[in-house]
Each structure stands twice: as structure tokens, then as C-alpha cells.
């Protein structure tokens, strides 16, 4: 008779480092428990999560499948997976597929002590209030919005465009999307004073949005950001509000509520009550997208830069009116 492998997984929670302690075997039955365990790591915003292997007898091909995925997912959110302790076997497999440098933490890396009165179950951990830990990231159905610096967009720029290309895939916005061209605009947006880009994710990037404040006390004193604060002031009798350059969101149905969550925070972010998007008059498949998302189409603006004179659309913060009666 065979007797099925098991794996115990217990968690202890440090700020954004995270202790996994496993006990027992990686194989065909117990992969998909540590598979969970790793993203429920992510999804709670660890940065750091240290997998401690003292107490696991073996691991199988499958089971190094899901280090070397998990560490690659973890990578893409900017959060770090560590080995701590493998035993003899699991160093051999490390070695033949040249995994060592991947997973393997030096052995100057410290792993965290296990305290018995600080171990949880992935399964019956809490979320955090994110009330209660204002720096935290904001973490609401296992999606988290983070805010990135203009080095991390800059890092990040490729997975971004990624995400933006996939979100038009196969749909009529495709004709009006080109990688390059979106790639230009959020360099330039990042030199933008103010500049801020907000992700959206899980345990991969599921949406973005960026753009730049304009106004009394955030303008860039550029000339088409002073045309657009003129033309945007005599519609809404607003001379300050955000300009919302890109807002890019999965198309999976369960992410449809991400778009509107990343717009109403840049927002806040940015402590401003409108933000203002251009899109091409012809692009029909973008606004209706922002509309679905609560946008107001002011209708094309002529004068501005450009050979095509753009739509302009607003949204106001939640319980604010966008235009001027």
C-alpha cells in the first residue's frame, strides 16, 4: 500500500517578510498546497518570503516547476523568493538544473526564527487593515494597488506595455494601439512634474494607470498643458485636475471593477477631484470602455496639438460633478 505524501505549511508574517516553514515531501499530491501558500504570500503583499526546507525530506521535478514559477512571479511584483536550509536532494536537483543562483539564498542570508505563538494557517490568516497600516499597499479581493516610483515604472515599462497590449488584443482598440507609441508616452509622462503610476495586482500585473497634475499649484508650465488647463477650465470651471494618460486594465471579467479602483485612488493620490483623459474621435472601442468606467465625453476639442482634434472626457471623485451646468 501506498502511503500519499504530505506537506504541512505553517506562516509567520513579519511586516512584508514572510516566513514559510514546510514539513513533509514535495510531490504530485502536495505541489498545488505550496503553489497557494507562495501566492497567498504575494497577494498579501510579502516582499520577502523565506521558504524554510529543514524538515522537507524530498522535492520532484513538478514541485521545483513551482519554486522556479513562484520565484518568477514573485520577480514581476518586485518581491523576492528564498531557499533556506534545502536537504541533500533538493541541492542536487538545484545544481542539475541550474536553478542554485535562482533560489538558493547565501548562507549569510538570515531566515527568521519560528516562534509556535506567531504560526498561522495560510488558509485562516486575516487580511490586514489597510486603516490600520496607512504605508501598506491597498489589498481588496486579492488585488493590491501599489504606487511605483519613476525607477520602478522605468523597470517595469515592458511588463506595463505588455499588459496594454493584452487588454486590446483581438478587440477593435487594437487598430489605435501601438507598443511603441505607448511606451513613448509613459517615458514622457514619467518626466512629467508630479508624475504618478499606480499597478494593480495579484500575483502577476493586472493594471496600471498614470498621469501628471495640472493646475494653480501642480501645472508643468508646458504650452499644451496651459491650452488644455484653458480649454479644460472653461468647460468645468476647473483650472486644477489630473490628466490621466494611459489607464490600462486586464480584460478578464473578474478584473472589470480594477480600472475604475486605479482611476478614483490616482486621484486621491494626486488630492484632485477631476481627472482629464484624451482619446482619438475614432476610437470608439476606448470610450466606450471609459464611459463603462463612469467618463463624461465633453466631445472633440479643436486647436489643440495635433494633426486630429481629440475627444476630451472627465471623471470626477466619487459624489463630485465633473461639468459645469
Same mark, same amino acid.
Given at each position: ?53 529543514? +524538515? =522537507? ?7 521545483? *516547476?513551482? #519554486?522556479?514559477?513562484? %520565484?518568477?512571479? @514573485?520577480? /514581476? ?93 483581438? +478587440? =477593435? ?7 511603441? *507609441?505607448? #511606451?513613448?508616452?509613459? %517615458?514622457?509622462? @514619467?518626466? /512629467? ?133
Amino acid at each position: 500500500m501506498v502511503v500519499p505524501s504530505r506537506l504541512d505549511i505553517h506562516r509567520r508574517v513579519r511586516g512584508e517578510r514572510t516566513l514559510v516553514t514546510l514539513a513533509g515531501d514535495i510531490g504530485p499530491a502536495t505541489t498545488p498546497l505550496l503553489r497557494a501558500a507562495v501566492e497567498q504570500c504575494l497577494l498579501d503583499g510579502a516582499t520577502e518570503i523565506d521558504l524554510d526546507l529543514t +524538515t =522537507v525530506g524530498s522535492c520532484d521535478a513538478r514541485g521545483l *516547476d513551482v #519554486l522556479l514559477s513562484a %520565484a518568477r512571479r @514573485a520577480g /514581476r511584483v518586485h518581491a523576492r523568493l528564498r531557499l533556506h536550509h534545502p536537504c541533500a536532494q533538493i541541492v542536487r536537483l538545484l545544481d542539475a538544473t541550474g536553478s542554485t543562483a535562482l533560489l538558493l539564498a547565501p548562507l549569510a542570508s538570515p531566515v527568521p526564527p519560528t516562534a509556535s505563538s506567531d504560526l498561522m494557517n495560510t488558509a485562516t490568516r486575516a487580511p490586514e487593515d489597510p486603516v490600520r497600516r496607512p504605508g501598506r499597499p491597498v489589498l481588496r479581493d486579492g488585488i493590491r494597488l501599489r504606487r511605483l516610483t519613476r525607477r520602478q515604472a522605468e523597470d517595469m515599462c515592458e511588463d506595463i506595455a505588455d499588459l496594454a497590449s493584452e487588454s486590446v488584443a483581438g +478587440t =477593435v482598440r487594437e487598430a489605435y494601439h501601438d507598443r511603441g *507609441d505607448f #511606451l513613448h508616452r509613459l %517615458a514622457v509622462t @514619467a518626466h /512629467r512634474p508630479g508624475f504618478a503610476l499606480l499597478v494593480a495586482e495579484t500575483t502577476v500585473l493586472v493594471g496600471c494607470a498614470f498621469g501628471f497634475p495640472v493646475g494653480s499649484d501642480g501645472s508643468d508650465g508646458r504650452q499644451d498643458g496651459g491650452s488644455l488647463q484653458e480649454i479644460i477650465q472653461r468647460l468645468t470651471s476647473r483650472a486644477r485636475f489630473v490628466v490621466l494618460t494611459q489607464v490600462v486594465a486586464h480584460p478578464h471579467v473578474q478584473h472589470r471593477d480594477i480600472a475604475r479602483r486605479l482611476q478614483q485612488r490616482l486621484l486621491t493620490d494626486l488630492d484632485s477631484s477631476l481627472g482629464v483623459t484624451l482619446l482619438h474621435p475614432a476610437d470608439r472601442g476606448a470610450r466606450a470602455a471609459f464611459s463603462s468606467w463612469g467618463w463624461q465625453n465633453l466631445g472633440e476639442v479643436v486647436g489643440m496639438h495635433g494633426a486630429v482634434a481629440p475627444c476630451v472626457l472627465t471623471l470626477s471623485a466619487e459624489g463630485q460633478p465633473s461639468a459645469r451646468r
